[in-house]
């Protein structure tokens, strides 16, 4: 019995070291398919950006004139004016310190200051510590914010979390109802009220329905209209202080869902939703749309927030955890396996 029961444990270990391995090799493929998705998805950028950057740096002698094009190189790729300036200054303290002279030398510089920017506000997704863990998702209309909420729920409920949503957004039309499709489609719960009803009553049902359903995710729709500037807000802090009183704690998180095809209005967009609502991070979305990728420097140097998600396609998993190191190395074309 001793020797059946040692190998029947032996047997059970082996079983799951090998589930462990099995599961281990199924996320290094859709990490490596999801970076193979991001360097394609930031083709347009690189081609606007990059290319021009390793013009400016080839055979040429570093000088004011270089820094000058390069500071432009930046500004219209969308890196914003203040960051463009910041980036090009610290090149200039790094050339005197380093004593650089062949402007090749200055590409490696550039890109370790970029993953250095990056990293300044970097953060991931905060880790559930209560039931239920809300998200509130903020952003202008068609910036992506239903398709962000489907991927994130998707994304929870493979993880076996219970995930509710609540559709927040009561203005829009259509807009209960395409997040409705989304619950469905992906098999999970729907809080939801008529066309125009109050969104603050939608979020307080939300929120004891998680309670009571013993809901390990909420994820909450919200309108966004920024025309009326003042109504946003006012209905956006309305919205916010109803959960967190319902809740007893702060929101775990409170994203602005921004569309990377709209370069430096991102960041208009971000202090305006910023003023309403206390946000902790960025979804950025459409990033495989654009050749002004360089608006996620932008935001995170000029925010002080951290773009923790970004999107680059349709399919569920096209939604990923931002990463500086993964993003300058799709971007810049160096391998894989240096990233």
Same mark, same amino acid.
């Given at each position: ?9 032996? #047997? ?19 990490? !490596?398919?999801?970076?193979? #998705? ?25 000088d ?6 390069? /500071? ?27 004593? &650089? ?5 200055? !590409? ?5 200051? &970029? ?13 559930p510590?209560? !039931? ?16 962000? &909420? ?18 927040g ?21 729907l809080?939801k ?13 939300? &929120? ?5 359903? #013993? ?9 966004? *209209? ?14 916010h *202080? ?5 809740l007893?704690?702060?929101?775990? /998180? ?53 773009? #923790? ?17 993964t ?7 160096a ?5």
């Open positions: 019995m001793f020797w059946k029961k040692m190998f029947g444990e032996g #047997k059970k270990q082996e079983q799951e070291k090998q589930a462990q391995k099995q599961e281990q090799q199924h996320v290094q493929e859709k990490e !490596r398919g999801f970076f193979q #998705k991001l360097v394609s998805g930031l083709e347009k950028t690189k081609q606007g950006f990059v290319d021009k950057v390793e013009q400016i740096m080839t055979g040429r002698k570093v004011e004139e270089l820094f000058e094009e390069l /500071e432009e190189a930046l500004i219209q790729a969308d890196c914003g004016v203040d960051t463009s300036l910041f980036l090009v200054d610290r090149l200039r303290e790094r050339v005197k310190e380093e004593k &650089i002279t062949e402007s090749e030398q200055l !590409r490696s510089v550039l890109v370790e200051e &970029i993953v250095l920017l990056l990293q300044k506000n970097a953060a991931t997704l905060k880790t510590e209560d !039931r239920p863990y809300v998200l509130m998702v903020v952003g202008v209309n068609g910036a992506g914010k239903t398709t962000t &909420i489907g991927k994130l729920a998707y994304r929870f409920k493979e993880e076996n979390a219970k995930v509710l949503l609540a559709a957004d009561t203005f829009r039309a259509g807009a209960i109802d395409q997040l409705e499709v989304w619950a469905n489609r992906i098999g999970v719960e809080i009220h008529q066309e125009g009803s109050d969104p603050a009553a939608v979020a307080y049902d939300a &929120i004891n329905a998680a309670k009571a359903r #013993k809901i390990d995710v909420l994820i909450l729709d919200t309108a966004g *209209r920024l025309q009326t500037k003042v109504n946003l807000m006012s209905e956006l802090s309305k919205v *202080r109803v959960v967190k009183r319902e007893g704690r702060d929101l775990d /998180e409170i994203l602005l869902v921004v569309d990377a095809t709209t370069g430096q209005n991102a960041l208009s967009q971000a202090r305006t939703f910023q003023e309403a609502v206390p946000l902790t991070g960025i979804a950025l979305t459409k990033l495989d749309g654009t050749a002004k990728g360089g608006i996620v420097l932008a935001l995170a140097n000029e925010l002080n927030l951290a773009v #923790k998600l970004v999107g680059v396609g349709e399919q569920y998993e096209d939604l990923q955890d931002f990463d500086a190191n993003f300058t190395t799709a971007l810049f074309g391998s894989r396996e240096n990233a």
